[in-house]
């Protein structure tokens, strides 16, 4: 059931842009939001970035400890 209903909604996000026309396009372009967006993709991405090269980390230590 709640496989059926999330396949529904990315369904739906997936195909939202479509419905909206060019007209979110050019609201977007005017008011140069893309930079924005661009900054906080990419803030988000370091974020992941960093949160894996910690874990890592931290599952070495785990695993060299294991090893003594």
Do not use: D, W
Not at 5 to 32: C, D, K, M, R, W
Not at 33 to 53: A, P, S
């Amino acid at each position: 059931m709640l496989k059926r209903y999330s396949t529904l909604i990315l369904t739906l996000f997936l195909f939202l842009p479509t419905f909206a026309g060019n007209s979110f396009n050019e609201l977007v372009q005017q008011s140069h939001k893309y930079y924005v967006t661009i900054g906080v993709v990419f803030i988000i991405l370091i974020g992941i970035f960093l949160f894996l090269v910690y874990l890592e980390r931290k599952i070495s230590k785990l695993e060299k400890k294991l090893k003594k």
